[in-house]
């Protein structure tokens, strides 16, 4: 694979000082277009050491409008990103539609030099990249352009680079004892990298070889080759839109064809005032201790709330968070996304409030929008809620792999419960700010509700995630039951 990138390659000073400025305004027209277009673009510099890709990035950030680009640099952890799931650093990182984000090393570096070091096994790199062509494929669905530049250098003039760099007295601190050790492993690099290079080489997220002895002949080609990604990009969006102008409306949302999951969950369940008050005591109690034993282990957890309106989730919350000490959680109530969220992929505000170790995090609400309302109510396209189940299954995968305990509740109440409740709202003074109109209008489309909350429970309750529907006619009841569970969680994680 490498072996013809490896062919000697030269640009006259006088032909690149030619090209550079013609290169430059079609690079800044295609960045102006991209901010009309709402395409977020992503650069990932990657390459064997000593190719230059430090100067890569400087050049970009010369050529390209600064108010439109970022450029991160991912090398150390952070105490912050060593506390969450691998990718939390990554999703904190992406741009927002319009805006190009430049990765001076991204999510293949740690598999590939974990691979050449022996710390992980070829299988267990291959699920890696499993992992990361899922990662792109989302990022692509959702509208973003990835551009993969890998800079190459043969063994020979990688040695010549570093010992040039090391000579001069203005460049010798960027050459470090790793990548001296990094040129010892020059064969086990050249060898793990093809092979990530082969698996994760797609149509929608192809690699980009560039031959990097020439600091000319590198430079150039990575501006043509960005501007051909953004060009082929802007010219397909263009098409995609125009044949999503030409299909004809949407009909209604259906309601669910027979009996649901939800039709299983008994609602005359209750507990006597006694009960209550002996079960919420216990059940605090125990709750209290193991959220402290969680943060001695450094065990996070992510509770997630979703139900019917006035089915009880913030009353329910409050009895979770009054067994938790304050320091250790917090509460995301999930409301319709800014312009700034809206900018991004849908699960990006949720990945920004995952919890450090240790501590809590409960969603009032949460990413299971996309499939509930954001589906009955035409916010996504079909295939966008459709291609959701898969994203968010492997969403909480990530998040339970890292060690996070991730307990799901949907309180469920019977029809005419919820208008009981909707009445007692509209009489209590200080009730009255809990019902709205859109309280009002969601009531009008509960079949098709019930038709999505199967359809959710259905896709997306696996082992490592599994939904508990919490039976909340009787709130007393459900409150104990959502206590119990998280208890049962929380001491099988530990």
């Known amino acids: 694979m490498f072996e013809a990138a490896e062919l000697g390659r030269k640009v006259s000073k006088v032909a690149f000082a030619a090209a550079v400025p013609k290169l430059r305004s079609e690079l800044l027209q295609a960045h102006f277009a991209l901010k009309d277009a709402k395409v977020p673009v992503i650069v990932i510099v990657s390459g064997v050491d000593g190719a230059g890709k430090g100067e890569v990035v400087h050049r970009l950030n010369e050529w390209l409008d600064p108010r ?16 969450r799931p691998a990718y939390w650093r990554f999703w904190r990182a992406l741009p927002a539609r319009g805006r190009i984000g430049i990765f001076f090393g991204s999510w293949y570096s740690e598999p590939i030099v974990r691979r050449v070091y022996g710390k992980i096994k070829s299988s267990e790199l291959d699920g890696a990249l499993d992992r990361i062509a ?27 680079r570093l010992e040039a760099l090391e000579a001069d007295p203005k460049t010798r601190s960027r050459v470090r004892p790793l990548d001296w050790q990094h040129f010892k492993l020059y064969d086990r690099f050249i060898k793990v990298t093809e092979r990530v290079i082969r698996r994760t080489d797609t149509g929608y997220a192809p690699w980009r070889l560039i031959e990097s002895g020439s600091r000319r002949y590198r430079e150039l080609t990575t501006g043509r080759l960005l501007l051909e990604a953004i060009q082929q990009r802007l010219n397909a969006g263009q098409a995609a839109k125009a044949a999503a102008a030409a299909r004809p409306p949407a009909t209604s949302v259906p309601g669910a064809a027979g009996p649901t999951i939800l039709d299983r969950v008994d609602l005359t369940q209750a507990l006597s005032d006694k009960e209550y008050r002996e079960q919420l005591e216990k059940y605090q109690g125990r709750l209290s201790r193991l959220t402290w034993a ?35 959680y917090r509460t995301v109530s999930i409301a319709a996304p800014t312009d700034e969220e809206r900018a991004h992929h849908y699960l990006w505000r949720f990945w920004r409030h995952l919890p450090r170790a240790g501590m809590i995090t409960i969603y009032d609400r949460s ?27 492997e969403f909480e995968e990530e998040l339970t792999a890292a060690g996070i305990v991730l307990s799901k509740f949907w309180l469920h109440i019977g029809k005419d419960e919820q208008i009981r409740r909707f009445k007692e709202r509209q009489k209590v003074s200080f009730k009255q700010y809990k019902i709205t109109d859109e309280d009002w209008r969601n009531r009008k489309q509960w079949d098709a509700y019930t038709a999505a909350v199967n359809d959710m429970v259905t896709h997306t309750s696996t082992a490592p995630g599994p939904w508990t529907l919490v039976a909340g006619n009787d709130k007393k009841f459900a ?16």
């Open 294 to 328: 969680a943060f001695e282990k450094q065990r996070s957890c992510v509770a997630v709330f979703e139900g019917w309106d006035a089915a009880g989730k913030g009353s329910a919350i409050r009895r979770v968070t009054q067994a938790v000490d304050p320091r250790l």
């Open 367 to 393: 990413w299971y929008g996309r499939v509930l309302v954001e589906r009955v109510e035409r916010f996504a396209r079909e295939d966008e809620w459709m291609r959701a189940y898969k994203e968010i299954n």
């Open 479 to 494: 409150r104990v039951q959502i206590l119990k569970t998280l208890c049962a969680r929380l001491e099988r994680a530990l």
């Open 68 to 83: 439109g680009v970022e450029t991160h640099a991912f090398w150390r952890l952070s105490d912050e990103e060593s506390e």
């Open 134 to 160: 899922l990662f792109e494929k989302m990022l692509v669905e959702d509208g973003a352009l990835i551009v993969k530049l890998w800079y190459h250098l043969s063994r020979k003039e990688q040695r010549k």
